[in-house]
């Protein structure tokens, strides 16, 4: 099943691949189109494009989830070499095992030569046993000579780093738990992960002619900034964030912070800073000063009611939602000038309700569209989100 894929990571909030041919279907798209997925998150569009034969360019800000994409879409590694290689670590990693419970953490650090990573309080995230585990893993994949193949394994390994750390996986956002006395089998867990990802390109490669695929990082609402395959795209298939603070960069603070990506505390809360609905650290303390404007009239028609309704409840918080829609009509205006015309772009996005009020991401969505001269000929709800009172998703559908 080459869906699986899109398991690589686990991304709480992703969309199904599903929805993708859903989108697919009702905008009519055939292989002759390029599809830009501005928000890729787990990859799905871009996975499903290509299995359709269909070429897909997906960029996102947060460098994990593009480290996890650009693996994704190799579906020409070599499985042998990869089952070799797998086999190679983990002899490596019985051989070096050994006694390693008797060392503390900083002697195990000096003999190995690694380093524990430079997140806020690293103890609290992974015991000791699991921590000297999953490093000597790190660096036997390190020492990988292969860039690829090497690429790939760090793929495996930070995508399970959260599952054998002390959080609670049965819940969308991360929080710690006490793992003390749970068996936490890192071997079995991480090894067994790398077998099915190797499983998955075998199966990936029973495609024929999949569709060109290229996944970068980068800010959305500065898309010429890039180099992308395509300078022009005829499809837009995507889910931005919502507006319910939930922050991605937050939750993937282990994956930045065990893979290297980050080794500054402060760093973290500086790409939050960028992405569209980030909400912590200093990105809540700017939120907190002044009142945040919309960035023109139009956006000003589209939010001032509703962001003065929730002003009089929450300065913050009506500067996030300013915020967040400022960045979004940003990002469509942008990626105006890299489609086509006639062009046809699905956001599926989530409404949410902050201090009271209803916030229709989707009517709001469709407004900024059209203030940008695309017409909008649906919005499809899709569903209604669990457990939540009047919220929902949908799709809306916006033409250049
Ligand atoms: C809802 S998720 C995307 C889900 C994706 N469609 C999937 O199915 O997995 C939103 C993504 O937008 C990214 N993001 C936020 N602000 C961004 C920006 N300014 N430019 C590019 N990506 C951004 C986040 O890092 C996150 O991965």
């Known amino acids: ?81 990869l089952r ?60 990988l000579e292969n860039e690829r193949v090497k690429h790939f394994f760090y793929v495996g390994l930070i995508s399970k780093v959260v599952d054998v750390a002390n959080v609670n996986r049965s819940h969308p956002t991360l929080t710690f738990c006490d793992r003390s006395k749970d068996k936490i089998d890192v071997e079995s867990e991480i090894f067994s992960k790398f077998e099915v990802m190797i499983k998955d390109i075998e199966n990936a490669k029973t495609i024929i002619n999949p569709g060109k695929a290229q996944v970068v990082e980068g800010d959305s609402t500065n898309i010429s900034e890039l180099k992308l395959l395509y300078d022009k795209f005829d499809r837009v298939f995507t889910s931005p964030p919502y507006p319910n603070r939930y922050s991605y960069v937050w939750e993937t603070r282990p994956q930045l912070y065990f ?9 973290a809360a500086d790409l939050d800073i960028k992405t569209i609905g980030g909400t912590w650290g200093k990105a809540t303390s ?12 139009e956006v000003g028609k589209i939010m001032d009611s509703v962001c003065a309704e929730i002003r009089q409840k929450d300065n913050l918080m009506a500067n996030y939602v ?10 469509i ?21 902050i201090k009271d009020v209803e916030i229709y991401t989707d009517i709001l969505l469709a407004d900024l569209f059209f203030s940008l001269g695309y017409t909008i000929p649906k919005i499809v709800r899709i569903r209604k989100r669990i457990g939540r009172r009047k919220l929902y998703e949908a799709i809306v559908i916006a033409k250049k």
């Open 1 to 81: 099943m080459i869906d699986h894929i899109h398991q690589w990571f686990r991304l709480t909030p992703s969309f199904s691949p599903k929805l993708v041919h859903f989108m697919k279907r009702i905008t009519n798209t055939t292989k002759n189109h390029k599809v830009l997925e501005p928000f890729l998150g787990a990859s799905t569009t871009v996975i499903e494009c290509m299995k359709e034969g269909i070429d897909c360019v997906g960029i996102d800000i947060n460098p994990v989830f593009v480290k996890v994409g650009q693996v994704a879409i190799q579906w020409d590694l070599d499985v042998d070499n």
């Open 333 to 353: 205006k942008e990626m105006k000038k890299h489609l086509n015309d006639e062009a046809m772009c699905c956001y599926v996005v989530g409404n949410s309700r």
């Open 84 to 143: 070799r290689t797998n086999k190679e670590i983990l002899k490596k990693y019985h051989e070096s095992i050994i006694g390693i419970d008797k060392l503390d953490l900083l002697n195990f650090c000096n003999k190995f030569n690694v380093e524990i990573p430079k997140i806020h309080k690293p103890e609290k995230w992974w015991r000791d046993d699991v921590l000297k585990r999953i490093l000597l893993i790190k660096k036997f994949i390190y020492e």
């Open 259 to 267: 893979g290297d990506i980050f080794d500054k505390p402060s760093q």
């Open 286 to 297: 700017n939120l907190a000063k002044g009142i945040e404007k919309p960035i023109n009239a």
């Open 322 to 331: 300013m915020k967040f829609f400022n960045l979004l009509y940003l990002q």
